[in-house]
């Protein structure tokens, strides 16, 4: 009998910030080593696979690169399997998310790029990026007005729109930032068209995440910080899940869902997070 499938996010449950929530990677280190899938899920545009398996393994969490999904992640696997006569992509983004995409063998012209061009070579959008069949946005942080007029150019000559993630924002360790949802917004505006989203609440992401040990979503135990996003997604996947008061969520907003639309757990800690999965089959 395979053992239990974790989809683990990542900010506010293994880590908050630069620091470890602490034992949540003992945790996880013993569920794995008891036959335990643990797949790390987050909506975190930005980074690339080895970033997150330097960190996590430094913390002592069981983590390889092909155990780390997040949204960009996510995202390229999407394209690969499900939207095949993708070749070309328009990416509005950071380095991590250009990385993923070319990881899976599409040819990535960033927006920054022809964003240049525009500005140089007096071209649209579409001829800038050289007809992309798709555009991918998430968190840019070196985010311009001829960034969205290149992404909306494209989109509206009838490439693929899709967006990595809609957090609104995203925490730093001093600031809150615009999220990938907020960039998105402005070319979603220019545009007139709607994108998929692969990040959670969306299904995507956790589907994406269980094929990557060959299994459903369905199956999984959702360990998350986020009513809005790893509890809903956990919800729309048909999966269970257990929220930690480790990051966003507190007790009394937990206490305050309707009966229908509460976790199978709430864990304080690592402590009650490792009683709550040793119940769980």
Same mark, same amino acid.
């Given at each position: 009998?395979?053992?239990?499938?974790?989809?683990? /996010?990542?900010?506010? *449950?293994?880590?908050?910030? =630069?620091?470890?929530?602490?034992?949540?990677?003992?945790?996880? $280190?013993?569920?794995?080593?008891?036959?335990?899938?643990?797949?790390?899920? +987050? !909506? !975190?545009?930005?980074?690339?696979?080895?970033?997150?398996?330097?960190?996590?393994?430094?913390?002592?969490?069981?983590? =390889?690169?092909? &155990?780390?999904? =997040?949204?960009?992640?996510?995202?390229?696997?999407?394209?690969?399997?499900?939207?095949?006569? *993708?070749?070309?992509?328009?990416?509005?983004?950071?380095?991590?998310?250009?990385?993923?995409?070319?990881? *899976?063998?599409?040819?990535?012209? !960033?927006?920054?790029?022809?964003?240049?061009?525009?500005?140089?070579?007096?071209?649209?959008?579409?001829?800038?990026?050289?007809?992309?069949? $798709?555009?991918?946005?998430?968190?840019?942080?070196?985010?311009?007005?001829?960034?969205?007029?290149? $992404?909306?150019? #494209?989109?509206?000559?009838?490439?693929?729109?899709?967006?990595? !993630?809609?957090?609104? *924002?995203?925490? +730093?360790?001093?600031?809150?930032?615009?999220?990938?949802? =907020?960039?998105?917004?402005?070319?979603?505006?220019?545009?007139?068209? +709607?994108?998929?989203?692969?990040?959670?609440?969306?299904?995507?992401?956790?589907?994406?995440?269980?094929?990557?040990?060959?299994?459903?979503?369905?199956?999984?135990?959702?360990?998350? /910080?986020?009513?809005?996003?790893?509890?809903?997604?956990?919800?729309?996947?048909?999966?269970? #899940?257990?929220?930690?008061?480790?990051?966003?969520?507190?007790?009394?907003?937990?206490?305050?869902?309707?009966?229908?639309?509460?976790?199978?757990?709430?864990?304080?800690?690592?402590?009650?997070?490792?009683?709550?999965?040793? +119940?769980? &089959?």
């Amino acid at each position: 009998m395979p053992g239990l499938l974790l989809l683990v /996010d990542l900010d506010g *449950v293994v880590y908050r910030g =630069s620091d470890p929530v602490p034992g949540v990677a003992a945790v996880l $280190a013993s569920r794995a080593a008891k036959g335990d899938d643990v797949v790390y899920v +987050t !909506n !975190n545009s930005m980074h690339y696979r080895a970033d997150y398996v330097t960190r996590l393994t430094e913390l002592g969490a069981p983590v =390889s690169a092909d &155990r780390i999904v =997040s949204a960009p992640r996510a995202t390229a696997l999407y394209l690969r399997e499900r939207e095949p006569a *993708v070749r070309r992509v328009l990416s509005v983004g950071a380095g991590g998310l250009d990385r993923e995409l070319r990881d *899976v063998g599409l040819e990535v012209v !960033n927006a920054g790029f022809a964003a240049e061009r525009m500005a140089k070579e007096g071209l649209d959008g579409v001829g800038a990026a050289g007809r992309p069949d $798709a555009v991918v946005a998430g968190v840019d942080p070196q985010l311009t007005y001829l960034r969205i007029a290149a $992404a909306a150019d #494209c989109v509206r000559a009838g490439a693929t729109f899709i967006a990595t !993630n809609r957090d609104p *924002v995203y925490p +730093t360790e001093r600031w809150i930032r615009p999220g990938a949802g =907020s960039v998105i917004a402005a070319i979603e505006v220019a545009s007139g068209v +709607t994108p998929v989203t692969i990040g959670k609440p969306e299904p995507l992401l956790m589907e994406e995440a269980a094929l990557a040990v060959g299994r459903r979503a369905g199956e999984a135990i959702v360990i998350g /910080d986020g009513i809005q996003t790893d509890l809903a997604a956990a919800r729309r996947v048909g999966a269970r #899940c257990v929220l930690m008061l480790t990051g966003v969520t507190t007790r009394e907003a937990a206490a305050a869902l309707p009966p229908d639309a509460r976790p199978t757990a709430i864990a304080a800690d690592a402590a009650e997070l490792e009683r709550v999965l040793g +119940t769980l &089959r």
